[in-house]
């Protein structure tokens, strides 16, 4: 089993940065994706982004392209979601996810079924 921790959540003004960790424990397994999702109140959950093992692929929902950026460090079974230029649509819980299937389908579009899920952490944006 793998648990997942994420922090690095809180409350930002409209325009502002925060970068969220995830880190992994347990029994983790190689060459594993990772990646985000978030629900906004009242909507449901949805891909934010995700990075292969290696770290050279990375995918991200339209709506935070330019702006989020993932990464991993291996050695210490972390991820970051560095969130820039957030906005009030950005406010959601952000979970954290671990293993599964990572890809893209024949339009391009990713998508990526996790495996092991965080209990989430709160991201609100002011304006």
């Known amino acids: 089993q793998v648990q997942l921790e994420e922090s690095g959540g809180g409350l930002v003004q409209a325009g502002g940065s925060l970068r969220l960790s995830c880190a992994a424990s347990?029994?983790?397994?190689?060459?594993?994706?990772m990646g985000w999702f978030r629900r906004a109140p009242g909507k449901e959950r949805e891909f934010v982004a995700a990075i292969t093992w290696s770290g050279t692929r990375t995918y991200y929902t339209d709506s935070v392209k330019g702006r989020f950026t993932i990464s991993r460090d291996n050695a210490k079974d972390i991820q970051y979601l560095q969130m820039n230029s957030l906005n009030p649509e950005d406010t959601a819980v952000y979970y954290c996810a671990a293993d599964g299937e990572l890809g893209e389908t024949e339009l391009g579009d990713p998508y990526y079924y996790p495996t092991f899920w965080g209990q989430g952490t709160q991201v609100t944006v002011s304006s």
């Open positions: 347990g029994r983790t397994f190689p060459n594993y994706a």
